[in-house]
């Protein structure tokens, strides 16, 4: 039980993909990912302060996010909710939210 628990924070499907004995594949698909982030956002907004907020925020992106997704390293860079709120917009808004590391620094 801990051990399928502590699996939940970096793939909050784990549950339904072991009752179902499928696998969504949280960490391929970047929108999923986006969206998972966004709905963790709101729950936290209803009885956490912004700054513990954006730790949390932060510990799920860094569990969830492969590096190749450029987002990530711009939500663990955020210093404000508010930020890392834009950086998820502009994300979701992006066809394939997957870095191409030649046009970054």
């Not at 696998?23 to 956002?41: F, G, N």
């Not at 513990?52 to 939500?75: E, I, Y």
């Amino acid at each position: 039980g801990l051990y399928i628990g502590r699996a939940a924070v970096a793939n909050p499907f784990v549950f339904s993909e072991v009752l179902s004995g499928e696998s969504r594949r949280i960490r391929s698909s970047s929108h999923v990912a986006l969206d998972v982030v966004k709905q963790y956002i709101d729950l936290l907004m209803e009885d956490m302060p912004e700054k513990a907020m954006l730790g949390k925020v932060k510990q799920l992106v860094c569990r969830m996010a492969p590096k190749r997704w450029w987002w990530k390293t711009d939500v663990l860079r955020a210093n404000r909710l508010q930020l890392v709120l834009e950086v998820l917009e502009r994300a979701a808004g992006e066809p394939d939210a997957v870095a191409d590391t030649s046009f970054r620094l």
